[in-house]
């Protein structure tokens, strides 16, 4: 049963500090989303890549976050210096895509992340 | 600015019945429309999808309307089970692709037995 795993899936922290989440994406497929939840906003699309370049990251404020594919079977979305502001819960997501387009994307069960 | 809206943040309707949830969106460049079920602790999982080109697309006791001169999808549950109960999630895409999805923010639809 293939699924995408993500880790850790609580995250508590203080402002300030370091956070990395990591996402596992279903063996084959080769395009990988952020994703941040929250009450106000949704679901919003933060990054994205396809065979671990960087397709879109338009999404994702640039002064602290950053987003990374060490390999094909992980990628890292990293928050530095975490604030109160993002605290939410951090979605990933995975599917096969070719130019343009993707199969349905398969969501991991998320990181909930809370910033004192 | 919220290109997806769902404006019901919630809906209760009894077993048997049909669920409607609304969604409505302002990108009129938007061609391909999604809607994702998300159950708490777990991820969003795909539902149902239409293509503009369509104004209708049906899969068991799920369809989906697609209005494009109002800017309006809605999906059809009928009938409603307990299982149904969950968040549901509207989302929308360019260039009939399915990759930059915007979302709702997303209705709670609780089916009461």
């Known amino acids: 049963d293939a699924r995408v795993t993500q880790t850790p899936r609580h995250k508590v922290t203080e402002m300030g500090q370091e956070v990395t989440m990591r996402c596992q994406p279903i063996?084959?497929?080769?395009?990988v989303f952020w994703y941040r939840q929250t009450m106000m906003q949704g679901l919003e699309l933060l990054a994205y890549?396809?065979?671990?370049?960087?397709?879109?990251d338009s999404g994702m404020p640039k002064d602290r976050f950053s987003a990374e594919m060490p390999d094909a079977t992980l990628a890292t979305l990293k928050i530095q210096p975490s604030e109160p502001r993002d605290s939410a819960v951090y979605f990933c997501?995975?599917?096969?895509?070719?130019?343009?387009?993707?199969?349905?994307?398969?969501f991991g069960p998320g990181t909930r992340l809370t910033v004192l | 600015d919220q290109q997806v809206k769902q404006n019901s943040p919630s809906l209760s309707v009894q077993e048997g019945r049909i669920s409607i949830l609304n969604c409505d969106y302002t990108n009129s460049m938007f061609d391909y429309f999604l809607w994702y079920k998300k159950y708490p602790a777990e991820g969003p999982t795909f539902l149902i999808s239409?293509?503009?080109?369509?104004d209708k697309n049906e899969d068991g006791r799920f369809t989906v309307f697609l209005n494009k001169s109002a800017k309006h999808l809605s999906l059809h549950i009928v009938p409603s089970q307990p299982g149904d109960s969950a968040v549901y999630f509207c989302a929308a895409n360019r260039d009939f692709g399915n990759e930059k999805l915007t979302f709702g923010t997303g209705t709670r639809l609780t089916i009461i037995p």
């Open positions: 063996l084959g497929h080769n395009t």
């Open positions: 239409i293509s503009s080109i369509k």
């Open positions: 997501a995975s599917g096969f895509g070719t130019s343009g387009s993707t199969d349905t994307q398969y």
């Open positions: 890549f396809r065979n671990r370049a960087p397709l879109d």
